[in-house]
């Protein structure tokens, strides 16, 4: 008997010319070009790919990577108390968040001795992976933290603890310089130089592209950022005598895990290739570096935050496939305040659900051959060595960060980012589309975010600021709460549907959708028998917008009229759903807006809230 079972043995073999043939006319003759998508970079991406020939794995992890926990409690007690719980539930490592650091997010442990020792009491520093995320004043953390391994009588190279020292992303974060970083990267190296004299064998310096990222970046913006700043760390501390193949095993890479998945799957493969490059100028043999991801800050909500469920599990998916070594998942909440208990095991078991039933950690580089993810792999490595390549050429990663190159290149992303967002072509589910205005309140823990005293500030240059996208619907959403607690009611506006139900049913979803993002409720209705019905609707409905919703067909027939009886009635600003011919008359009968798809919904709504309360302007 055979193992051999060809399924398709009676059916041809199909091509891809016999693909395009079908595309073509599915098409109906429209360029076909329409189907190839564009990263924010500009790369594009192609609809089929056949399978890429001659590759080789990219990523290096074998096995499980680390599980990260949050450890970023204000009150170290309760820090430590939220770390013993993860370690005793799976998580595999912990990620001690110092306030003021990159991934604080408004809050972080205080990074003084007492505080240090008590948030890891009765943690097994030997047992565990740690890594640091510290900030410029809570940089003696990692010192505090060698002391206390020290104490405990262990063998500094038997612990994985990686210090997380990066004293670029520190001051980037803030925008602000104590002495020149000409004068600040010996003082870096020396200090990245006496952890490695006390014996520690982990990474001690790290590269943290999420500060990019967060500040609406690409992935090119990214990569090439973390390259040039990894490489400024290697020149400080053979400035000070390390050996080149000493200092680039001191330093690990950290990257931001996004919802899109085939990018950030590329992105992390991108990465290792774009090191060993830089081994390979460096005259040393390549060898796989640490990187760690945490999934995106820019993609969470607070509205409707159970779907940021879905955007991290997917993001810690990518990565994992990606290659990433340690991973630490944003619990759900994390934009409403500081996760409990709950939030926090959903972080956590999405990771592990992914390592032990998905099975996903199993294989090393599974994408590899893969045509799509092979091309876009090598097209993020081109497009970031050429930006890594100008950064250099002004300077290297400090030079370039001062004249602020780096800066203006990411302002244009994230502008390109906030547009696609507030038309909507980026949608965030749950805020910019399929708004639920009747969503319960999650819970989160009682603690105030940390203030940090304003850093010493002798040289300023542009800060590289966290955003989050979905923070200027999210004002509008609160704006409605706030109308909703002064008055019992939400800001309004009436569907005024015409026709049939099959005639209205599309534009009037699509106009209920778009003025609940904003938190204006839509009243709608199934039809009406005559005008007049309508406009008592209208009357008794105590809207001052209104909407009308139809076909394009209807329109013509009825909108016009339906417009000025809208009017006559009292209401304030007419609204249509859609782009009909003729809009002239449309205006002219009182028609102030048309909404439709790639519309900027946002101005809009905003424009929408300012007629019904125009203190609110801004």
Known sequence: ?????????????????????????????????????????????????????????????????????????????????????????????????????????????????KSVARALEGVHL?????????????????????????????????????????????????????????????????????????????????????IVHNAGGSEVQELAYTLAIAVAYLRALEGTGVALGDARG???????????????????????????RVEQACGITPRPALVSAETAWRIMTKRDPWVNM?????????????????????????AIGLPDRFARRVARNAQILLLEE???????????????????????????WTLFQEIEAAGGAPAALEQGLIQDKIAKVRAEHEAAVARRRDILTGTSEFANLAE??????????????????NIKYPALTPIRLAEPFERLRDASDRMLAATGARPKVFLANLGTVSEFTARSSFARNFFEAGGIEALTNDCFKSRDEMIAAYKASDARLACLCSSDEVYTREAADAAKALAAAGATHIYLAGRP???????????????????N??????????????????
């Open 1 to 113: 008997m055979t193992d051999d079972l060809s399924l398709a043995a009676e059916f041809p073999p199909a091509s891809r010319e016999d693909w395009l043939k079908l595309v073509r006319s599915a098409l109906k003759d429209r360029p076909f070009e329409r189907l190839t998508a564009k990263t924010y970079d500009g790369i594009p991406i192609e609809p089929l790919y056949g399978r890429a020939s001659g590759t080789h794995p990219v990523a290096a992890r074998r096995g499980a990577w680390a599980v990260q926990a949050r450890v970023d409690h204000p009150d170290p007690a309760v820090a430590n108390a939220e770390a013993l719980h993860e370690l005793a539930n799976g998580a595999t490592g912990l990620t001690l968040v110092f306030a003021g650091s990159i991934g604080a997010y408004g809050y972080g442990l205080p990074g003084d001795a």
């Open 358 to 384: 998905s099975n996903v950690a199993r294989v090393a580089d599974p994408t590899a051959g893969s045509g799509g993810i092979e091309d876009l792999t090598e097209k993020l490595c081109r497009a970031a």
């Open 126 to 210: 030997d047992a565990i992976a740690i890594e640091l995320q510290t900030a410029e004043p809570t940089r003696d953390a990692a010192d505090h933290v060698a002391a206390l391994v020290k104490s405990r009588g262990l063998a500094p190279g038997a612990v994985n603890i990686r210090f997380g020292h990066d004293a670029i992303g520190a001051h980037s974060l803030t925008g602000t310089l104590p002495i020149p970083y000409r004068d600040l990267m010996p003082r870096f190296a020396e200090h990245v130089g006496s952890l490695a004299k006390l014996g520690f064998k982990s990474p001690l310096a790290t590269a943290d592209g999420r």
């Open 440 to 457: 319960t309140a999650v819970q989160v823990l009682d603690a105030r975010p940390v203030q940090i005293g304003p850093p010493v500030a």
């Open 250 to 276: 001191m330093i690990e890479f950290r990257l931001s895990a996004d919802a899109d998945q085939f990018l950030t799957v590329a992105k992390f493969r991108a990465l290792r290739a774009l090191w060993a």
């Open 581 to 599: 011919k003729k809009q002239d008359a449309l205006k002219a009968a009182g028609v102030g807006t048309f909404i439709f798809a790639g519309g």
């Open 310 to 334: 879905l955007r991290t599990t997917i993001a810690a998916f990518s990565a994992g496939i990606g290659g990433a070594d340690a991973m630490t998942v944003l619990p759900f909440t994390s």
């Open 601 to 618: 919904a946002l101005e809009t709504l905003q424009a929408s809230h300012d007629i019904l309360n125009p203190e609110s302007k801004r």
